[in-house]
Every structure is written in C-alpha cells, then in structure tokens.
Nanobody, 115 residues
Framework: VQLVESGGGLVQPGGSLTLSCAAS????????MSWYRQAPGKERELVAR????????NYADSVKGRFTISRDNAKNTVYLQMNSLKPEDTAVYYC?????????WGQGTQVTVSS
C-alpha cells in the first residue's frame, strides 16, 4: 500500500487549497478513504471520510461547510478541497485507509494558514 499526498502549502486566512492523495498497491475502489490532520502538540484527528464509491461522506464539526472530500476511482486518487481556511487549520494532513485491520498512512503534506 502506498499513499502519496500533495498540494499543501502556505495560504492566507480565507484562502483555499486542494490536497490530493494518490493511492497504489491495493484495489482503491473497494475501500473507504480518510483525511486526518495533526497540528503541533496535538493528537492526530479525523478531518473527513468517504466511502468506497463516494456515496457517503462525513466531516469533523470544525470543517463542516468548508472542506469537501471526494474521490476519483479511475485515477486512484482522493481529494480534500479546503475553503475559508483558518489559522487553526494549520497542520500536517494525512490520507489513510484501513485494509485487513492494518491502517496505512501517507507521509503527509504541510498546510500552513497565516498572513
């Protein structure tokens, strides 16, 4: 299993970013995918989750209405569209999936929201 995140960077408050996670090594279309984030000094937290065919999504309360998770099973890629970014969204963002009770993580991509 390999998960490679991209798209992070520095953005001003109120700005937008789209993260991507390219997956390989497993049947991507068969598994739910999630985005987590970890801010300095804090525990890793769930941001958003999407089912295998994308029919159901759920979000952390802190990002509802601002973030959108989506997937393209033809491209083996999951996305996180982030709008109206706030300084408290600053964190390393990870994509992840659970296969046979083993959770796999990407290397993460840094998102910094600052003026």
């Amino acid at each position: 299993v390999q998960l490679v995140e991209s798209g992070g960077g520095l953005v001003q408050p109120g700005g937008s970013l789209t993260l991507s996670c390219a997956a390989s090594g497993f049947t991507f279309s068969s598994y739910p995918m999630s985005w987590y984030r970890q801010a300095p000094g804090k525990e890793r937290e769930l941001v958003a989750r999407i089912t295998s065919v994308g029919g159901y999504t759920n979000y952390a309360d802190s990002v509802k209405g601002r973030f959108t998770i989506s997937r393209d099973n033809a491209k083996n890629t999951v996305y996180l569209q982030m709008n109206s970014l706030k300084p408290e969204d600053t964190a390393v963002y990870y994509c992840t999936t659970l296969i046979s009770r083993a959770r796999s993580w990407g290397q993460g991509t840094q998102v910094t929201v600052s003026s």
